[in-house]
């Protein structure tokens, strides 16, 4: 029998959400102070990128095919942990990961396998949800200034009354190009994946009675040939059948399909398949598309093709415009078409919170965006950094005692925050008044030509097409970097963004042809020891040597050390001949 009376929390922040979006969000928001709740229905946190799904987090760099365009900020931080904790690629040990940050961060606590069941309002404003937790029976009330919905199908919206769009919009909605004629109510679909692995024997396949039956005929267009994961292509589900109010037809549906195109890899002699057995089958289907929540602005399919740069940005992307086919595996046409952007776009502030519910913010896929537009804002990476910064915006309003929409009066300080904590927005520099490096003088022990030592205070912190704007050395061991302030100041903190060689990708997959395009490990370039000497008038006063490194951003926090100049001594990397250093940032008082 469950209790009668809930267990009423109170939070400054609640992000309802566990995905990608969620994570980085609640540990944004916590990071700069709010104190924070992070509400998943689901054992493992990562949505899309769980163990129960095992999607790889794509990004604007477009699986490395569009140079330096590779998210930073927390799931840069995430990923190389997992890069050198995971090297085995493992999607638990990921999830394991995920938990580990979140549960572990100050100011947040973390809600695992808790539903959300309602949403009480006070006029336009959320005043609290209810929620029970499935594992343990408690039911709770959890009250917060702010909200912010990261659940993927706006779940938290729509039960506070928000306005949405859903289907796709017509031509004559917002005069998009690439848009259908006319309006409906098809959405993209869901999958299901699997993996198989390599028995070393032959290994009979046995097809259930209950899965399709499929030949290369109904394949066309469905590349299968990489039989050891698969495939995003066995889409359903968005035509016919409702992503959300049919799920449970749509899984049993999937599982059918998986069996089915499985039983024709096995058995229809054309794969060399023999000696192969399905080693996991996922059983939660993967959404693409089901609502998005209206804002204060709907991004736009111009304003990607345009590359579009807001005033108010505070994240971008980069996939193309990835429309799959209604219908999805039940028609017999190319699953998707890529409509390609030239440059990243940014995403507006003003499509991460809703434009009638006065107090929710949203992340991930649901933010405020057209259909086309959508087919490129909802992959993970892209929700990932919309989620970061989301959460530091959510946490801003709390820390001024304002609502999300009234950020826009300080939306500078916003970006400046965004770019602190290792977030790229492009446009916008580096201009934080209390960084002493950017009026220090800089210099170096050597660099190559276009690899200035005065490029790490420049404001940009990563390659823009020619720019470098990184310090790069001729040399490695003993190279140093420094920041010459012309008076005595006390340093309180240091803060490094290194080369993490933002080209190429991260991310863990279950596609061994996705893999096979990453470079393993720890990428060469990150520079892995190095020492902080303070000098004061000439003569070293303090050092902090550090061993190890494998993060592209690092903070370090001093007793504020009396010095009129810092260096950074860079004594090793993970294999690259150059010690790079894209940017320095030196905190205090004059």
Aim: hydrophobic share 35%; proline share 3%; glycine share 10%.
């Amino acid at each position: 029998m469950l209790p009668d009376m809930p267990i009423i929390k109170k939070y400054d922040v609640i992000i309802v959400g566990g995905g990608m979006s969620g994570v980085c969000a609640a540990i944004a928001c916590a990071r700069h102070g709010a104190k924070t709740a992070l509400i998943q229905n689901r054992p493992v946190l990562g949505g899309n990128a769980s163990s129960e799904i095992r999607m790889h987090i794509c990004g604007a760099d477009q699986h490395g095919q569009r140079p330096d365009a590779r998210e930073t900020g927390i799931l840069e931080e995430i990923l190389l942990d997992n890069r050198i904790r995971n090297p085995q690629n493992s999607f638990s040990i990921l999830d394991t990961i995920l938990w580990e940050k979140a549960r572990f961060q100050d100011g947040l606590e973390l809600y695992l396998n808790t539903h959300m069941t309602g949403a009480v309002m006070e006029g336009s404003r959320i005043n609290k949800i209810t929620a029970l937790q499935l594992t343990t029976e408690k039911l709770f009330e959890l009250e917060a200034k702010i909200f912010l919905d990261a659940t993927g199908d706006g779940t938290l919206a729509v039960m506070a009354g928000a306005e949405y769009m859903s289907g796709r919009e017509g031509k004559n909605v917002f005069a998009e190009k690439y848009a259908p004629d006319e309006s409906d109510r098809v959405t993209m679909g869901n999958t299901l994946l699997f993996k198989a692995v390599d028995a070393g024997k032959p290994v009979p396949f046995i097809k259930p009675y209950w899965a399709g039956t499929y030949n290369e005929e109904d394949l066309t267009y469905r590349n299968h040939d990489e039989i050891t994961s698969g495939y995003w292509w066995i889409e359903l589900g968005g035509d016919r059948l409702d992503v959300i109010g049919d799920g449970e037809i749509i899984r049993d549906e999937l599982l059918k399909a998986v069996y089915g195109v499985w039983d024709h890899i096995k058995n229809s002699g054309r794969h060399n398949a023999d000696n192969y057995c399905l080693d996991w089958v996922g059983f939660l289907p993967g959404k693409r598309e089901s609502r998005r929540i209206t804002g204060d602005y709907i991004l736009k399919e111009q304003d990607l093709l345009a590359g579009r740069i807001f005033d108010d940005a505070v994240a971008y992307g980069g996939w193309p415009m990835d429309m799959h086919v209604a219908g999805g595996l039940g028609v017999r046409l190319e699953p998707t078409l890529f409509i390609h952007m030239d440059e990243v776009y940014t995403i507006p502030y003003r499509s991460l919170y809703s434009r009638n519910v006065e107090n929710l913010m949203l992340g991930g896929r649901a933010i405020s965006a057209s259909h086309m537009a959508f087919g490129s804002t909802r992959v993970m990476a892209t929700c990932a950094v919309i989620g970061q910064a989301g959460g530091t915006a959510a946490a801003m309003a709390t820390e001024k005692g304002i609502l999300p929409r009234e950020i826009l009066t300080h939306i500078k300080e916003l970006q400046q925050r965004l770019l602190k904590d290792d977030c790229h927005i492009p446009g916008v520099k580096n201009e934080d008044a209390g960084d002493m490096a950017k009026r220090a003088r800089i210099s170096c022990s050597s660099s190559i030509p276009g690899g200035e030592c005065e490029n790490a205070v420049n404001g940009i912190s990563r390659k823009i097409k020619d720019d470098t704007n990184c310090w790069i050395s001729e040399a490695v061991d003993g190279e140093w970097l420094a920041v010459k302030f012309g008076k005595t100041v006390s340093v309180s903190q240091v803060h490094l963004k290194f080369d993490s060689n933002l080209s190429k990708e991260l991310m863990i997959s279950l596609s061994r042809s996705t893999l096979s395009e990453q470079i393993p490990g720890i990428p060469p370039q990150l520079v892995k020891d190095y020492s902080i000497e303070f000098y004061k008038d000439g003569k070293l006063v303090y050092t902090r040597q550090i061993t190890g490194n494998y993060m592209r951003f690092t903070k370090h926090d001093f007793s504020f050390v009396e010095c009129s100049s810092v260096k950074v001594r860079v004594s090793s990397t993970h294999g690259d001949p150059h010690a790079r250093i894209f940017e320095i940032r030196v905190y205090g008082d004059e």
